[in-house]
């Protein structure tokens, strides 16, 4: 069991993490009906309000909070407790996240900040709603700092050995996370608050907007990387096995730092201000950053088979069935990761410039983040809440709760299959995104897209009620492990921390060695970036005033 004072950190952090959970499925719950024309909203809230805070909530505040309190179990379970200056800094990171949080939340709810959580510039919000988000990166930096000052720590007192693999891929993460952040915190200061603040009138957009997916691209990594983490370090040891091979564990996660940051065009293929070189630079780079997720796919391959013929599995496919399948957190994220068989292939299919032409800004790319984020991510997070809520309370996690956690994922998947291949055929045939629900004035050829077996209206508000109830059954779960469950007072009952063994002896120093790999991702990032931004600026076009659309 890892100190008291850490538990209530990381608690804390998971706490805050399903708030905004609660608020941001229940916004979904609203955009599913108002999607498929079964709801109108009172005059007071706009649909877009809902889309903002659906995305704020779910993709950046529950991710970045529950990922936190993940890290920081798994640091001080892998490193030892804190000291009292990693957990000052750990919690002023939390309380200015926080209060950034519930600033940008407040702008949303007032309606000063419809903008969706891209953000995307002439739309101007408040100037608070952007003080509020670059408070938010601020806390997530201070609490990084304070992770990085604890494993710092740590090598100072292990000289010349490599550092347990949890350790390793949180600063993998923290680094990447880090650089990515730069972009949007450039844009953010220097361009929105001076213009949402009326301090200048104009903002270069193309400009913001390439900044911002500086940091958007990388940032879906932030929220797979914590989820891969748990894919390598934690399914082996509910598996009985050890990691499947440390270096390439480390290698794959060391290549996220180099590649998942100089591909941002790769979001904006359709823009004009761009010119095709730079474009197709970035894809090139986009398909290097599949590589450390293939990697990831063989390694888990690898971990099953040994597992299952640990087991008794013979032949081909026999150790599949000797997987344990009854307990849910394998089960949990064994189905997480198949989810991201088509996620992925869905991401290469986006990456590929000439194919982006057609599924760029429709219902396909709602489709592809929730089979990334909204599944592979988000139910691997769901796994681990079954068993690190009950290990930080000490509580026990009943039948009764695994029961209830199999039903939860079940539905969950359900529900998602049914709401994103809907999203998906949408896409293809050409139903758009970012905006609210229309019927092009009853064209025929729009209202043909409803027909189908997946995508009429029906199927899909099933498909989002379905994910709505399930989402209400985890609050459940995670209210009664942290508050109600009874104590585990039988050695038995406790809930372990399930971290797997791997072999270092084999793996390469070098890898461990962080300032090769930053000097190597800024030099990509300049080859891929100072070029076309440099333009950007020095050929501005004309800058835009703000507009308010809601
Ligand atoms: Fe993406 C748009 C390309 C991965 C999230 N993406 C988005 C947006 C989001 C998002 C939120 O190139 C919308 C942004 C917006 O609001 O505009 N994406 C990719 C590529 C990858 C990728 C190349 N995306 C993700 C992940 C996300 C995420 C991960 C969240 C966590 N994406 C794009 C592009 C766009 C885009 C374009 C812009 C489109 C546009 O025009 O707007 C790759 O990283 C994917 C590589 C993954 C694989 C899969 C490996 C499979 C594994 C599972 C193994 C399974 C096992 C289980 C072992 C190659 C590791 C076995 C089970 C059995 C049953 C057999």
Redesign the pocket.
């Known amino acids: 069991m890892i100190a008291a004072q850490d538990r209530k950190l990381a608690l804390w952090n998971i706490g805050v993490a399903y708030i905004a959970f609660l608020i941001g499925t229940l916004c979904g719950l609203l955009q599913v009906f108002i999607r498929n024309d079964a709801l109108q909203l009172p005059s007071w809230l706009d649909y877009y309000q809902i889309l903002t805070a659906h995305g704020v909530l779910l993709?950046l505040i529950f991710t970045t909070y529950f990922i936190f309190g993940f890290f920081v179990t798994g640091m001080s379970k892998s490193l030892g407790s804190f000291g009292p200056k990693v957990l000052l800094y750990s919690w002023i990171g939390f309380w200015v996240t926080t209060i950034g949080t519930v600033m940008a939340t407040v702008m949303i709810i007032s309606g000063e900040a419809s903008v969706l959580y891209?953000f995307y510039a002439p739309l101007k919000a408040s100037g608070w709603y952007y003080v509020g988000l670059a408070l938010v990166i601020v806390g997530t930096w201070i609490s990084s700092f304070a992770l990085v000052g604890h494993y710092v720590v740590w090598r100072k007192a292990h000289k010349g050995e490599l550092s347990p693999l949890f350790a390793f891929m949180t600063i993998t993460t923290i680094i990447m996370w880090i650089i990515a952040c730069l972009g949007v915190v450039a844009t953010v200061l220097f361009q929105y608050i001076p213009w949402a603040f009326g301090w200048v009138e104009t903002i270069n957009v193309e400009l913001s907007r390439s900044l911002f997916w500086y940091f958007?691209h990388p940032l879906?990594?932030f929220?797979?990387l914590p989820a891969y983490m748990a894919w390598y370090v934690i399914v082996p040891k509910l598996l009985g096995v050890k990691v499947f091979s440390d270096s390439l564990a480390r290698l794959a996660f060391v290549l996220f730092i180099l590649f998942s940051i100089p591909v941002g065009f790769?979001?904006q293929?359709t823009e004009p201000g761009i010119s095709n070189f730079w474009k197709f630079l970035q894809v090139v780079l986009?398909f290097m950053?599949?590589i450390p997720?293939?990697l990831?796919?063989f390694s888990?391959?690898g971990t099953f088979e040994r597992a299952g013929r640990k087991n008794g599995g013979q032949g081909l496919f026999g150790w599949f069935t000797k997987l344990p399948w009854k307990d849910v957190r394998f089960t949990s994220i064994?189905v997480a990761?198949?989810f991201?068989?088509p996620?992925?292939?869905g991401?290469?299919i986006?990456?590929s410039f000439q194919l982006?032409e057609v599924?760029?800004?429709t219902m396909w790319?709602v489709g592809?983040?929730h089979i990334?984020?909204g599944t592979?991510?988000a139910m691997t997070f769901m796994g681990l809440t079954f068993w690190l809520v009950p290990y930080l309370t000490g509580r026990k996690f009943s039948k009764v709760m695994q029961k209830l956690g199999f039903i939860q994922i079940i539905t969950w998947t359900i529900g998602m299959l049914l709401m994103s291949t809907s999203q998906h055929i949408l896409g293809l045939l050409g139903a758009p995104r970012r905006t609210a629900y229309t019927g092009y004035n009853n064209h025929p050829s729009a209202l043909e897209w409803f027909d189908g077996i997946l995508t009429n209206h029906v199927t899909m508000a099933v498909g989002g009620s379905i994910l709505f109830l399930s989402a209400m059954l985890l609050i459940y779960i995670v209210v009664m492990t942290m508050f109600l469950s009874p104590k585990a007072e039988l050695e038995a009952d406790f809930v372990e921390f399930p971290l797997a063994d791997s072999d270092k002896e084999h793996t390469p120093k070098f890898l461990e060695n962080w300032w090769i790999w930053i000097g190597i991702a800024f030099a990509l990032i300049i080859i891929a970036y100072a070029i076309p931004l440099y333009g950007m600026i020095h050929h501005a076009p004309p800058g835009s005033e703000g507009f308010k659309t809601w």
């Open positions: 993709a891209t958007g879906v990594y929220w797979l790769h979001h293929l986009t950053v599949i997720s293939l990831t796919a888990m391959f064994f990761m198949a991201f068989i996620g992925g292939a991401g290469i986006n990456a982006n599924v760029h800004n790319i592809h983040f990334t984020v592979p991510v």
